[in-house]
């Protein structure tokens, strides 16, 4: 059971970049890291997915260390818009499974 | 693309009735179909696993008899909610994936609020 560990809340301001990391020891060798945010009373939005490395798209990038046991989304300069919790989720692998961990509140300030 | 649509977004009843909740895949083939529960303030539980055309799997302490899952196609999934009692009030969420590789990622339905009275 990859499991996730997330600051429960992050507070910022407008334009400055966001960091939020994610801690996953158990994590599989096939797994993958998801993130994805969401809006009160709506379904979680795909933000960025990766295996190691970098991964950079139009929104945000995820960075992933060797060992694979973190990973970290940072959101380039926030608007309150961005105002939403934020989960990382790893695969099951073999298993097709997903937990939820708690997520992180991230709120941005004017 | 990888739109999921879910429906109704919102039901009121009353104690003792049966809900269905449809969870579609607009422009895709869904391998596999994930429900989920969330209460207020609270993450996400996966309730259950649907593959198309066999049982679902459920997951530890989540009643089948209670939560009907029924996945008849590639592109459509539903969740029954068998006398619901106030305490199955809660907000429902459905995704699907294409494929089953850990490197697809989930596409989530906008969840219907289920408030039984």
């Known amino acids: 059971l990859a499991k996730t560990t997330q600051p429960i809340s992050m507070d910022s301001y407008e334009g400055q970049e966001v960091n939020i990391t994610c801690s996953h020891n158990?994590?599989?060798?096939?797994?993958?890291i998801t993130w994805y945010q969401q809006f009160p009373s709506q379904g979680p939005r795909f933000i960025i997915q990766?295996?190691?490395t970098k991964v950079t798209n139009e929104v945000a990038s995820l960075f992933i260390p060797a060992d694979r046991k973190s990973s970290t989304l940072s959101l380039p300069r926030v608007s309150l818009s961005d105002t939403a919790v934020y989960y990382c989720?790893?695969?099951?692998?073999?298993?097709?499974?997903?937990?939820f961990g708690s997520g992180t509140k991230l709120n941005v300030k004017p | 693309g990888a739109v999921v649509s879910q429906h109704p977004s919102w039901v009121i009843c009353k104690s003792g009735t049966s809900v269905k909740i449809e969870c579609r895949s607009l422009?895709?083939?869904?391998?596999?179909m994930f429900w989920y529960r969330q209460f207020p303030k609270q993450s996400l539980m996966l309730m259950a696993t649907?593959?198309?055309?066999?049982?679902?799997?459920?997951e530890q302490g989540v009643e089948k008899d209670k939560f009907l899952i029924n996945h008849a196609s590639l592109t459509l999934s539903t969740l029954t909610v068998t006398s619901a009692h106030p305490e199955d009030s809660s907000f429902y969420i459905c995704?699907?994936?294409?494929?089953?590789?850990?490197?697809?990622?989930?596409?989530f339905g906008d969840g219907t609020r289920l408030s039984i009275l």
């Open positions: 990766g295996y190691k």
């Open positions: 158990n994590i599989a060798t096939n797994d993958y």
């Open positions: 995704s699907a994936r294409i494929g089953t590789g850990s490197f697809q990622p989930q596409h």
């Open positions: 422009d895709f083939q869904a391998t596999t």
């Open positions: 989720l790893v695969g099951e692998g073999n298993f097709n499974k997903f937990y």
């Open positions: 649907s593959n198309e055309g066999s049982k679902a799997t459920y």
